[in-house]
């Protein structure tokens, strides 16, 4: 079985903060994917990479950024925390067409 | 172009109904249309997918049909069970990437 496993369940940070987020893929892929999931909004794309130390905005890029410096692992990084970034924060990669999810990390922003 | 929109944004069904949720598209360069499943507390799981070469697929009681020159596709859950209780997202597939729907909030009732 493909896993993903996302750092934590729920977070919670100060307006300012630099928080990271951080997601684990076990499968040896290549894609790996970053989405924000809003009532109403569905999943919006943040950032993507395609393979080590590459990465693509996606729609929603402003206020995060991404590190891949492993094949496994795919950071989300918001620089200053604003409380418009409260969200559900999920982790994806990719075989052929199929993305395979981590559980998500709750970020709330106070 | 690149929008996926989904409908209805909520549904409630009876225990053993006809569940149907519908999504629409306009960019032509979509070529898979995967549906995913997310239960509370965890990440989508792909559910059932569909190429744009063919009308209809059918997995036990989910059916994704597709009408290519409505640009249009749609899941239908058959003898719905409270345990489908779940949102649903559609899919399309372009680039190596996935563009979502807004979801739709299942609820079975019993």
């Known amino acids: 079985d493909v896993k993903v496993t996302q750092s934590s369940r729920y977070l919670v940070k100060r307006t300012g903060e630099k928080v990271f987020l951080e997601c684990v893929q076990d499968m040896d892929h290549e894609n790996m994917f970053w989405y924000r999931q809003d009532p109403g909004l569905g999943l919006r794309l943040i950032y993507f990479?395609?393979?080590?130390?590459?990465?693509e905005k996606g729609d929603i890029p402003e206020g995060y950024s991404v590190s891949r410096e492993k094949k496994e692992r795919f950071s989300l990084i918001l620089e200053s925390a604003s409380t418009n970034q409260t969200s559900m924060y999920l982790c994806?990669?990719?075989?052929?067409?199929?993305?395979?999810f981590g559980p998500g990390t709750r970020l709330t922003v106070t | 172009q690149q929008q996926v929109k989904q409908s209805p944004q909520s549904l409630i069904v009876q225990k053993g109904g006809i569940s149907i949720i519908n999504c629409a598209y306009e960019?032509?360069?979509?070529?898979?249309f995967p549906w995913y499943q997310q239960f509370p507390g965890k990440g989508p799981a792909l559910l059932i997918a569909i190429r744009p070469d063919v009308s209809e697929k059918k997995e036990g009681r989910f059916t994704i049909s597709f009408n290519k020159s409505a640009k249009q596709f749609s899941l239908h859950i058959m003898d719905s069970q409270p345990g489908d209780s779940a949102t649903y997202f559609c899919?399309?597939?372009?680039?190596?990437?996935?563009?979502f729907g807004q979801g739709t909030e299942l609820s079975v009732k019993p």
């Open positions: 960019n032509t360069a979509f070529d898979y």
């Open positions: 990479s395609y393979d080590v130390k590459m990465k």
């Open positions: 994806a990669s990719r075989l052929s067409h199929e993305q395979y």
């Open positions: 899919a399309a597939h372009t680039g190596g990437k996935l563009i």
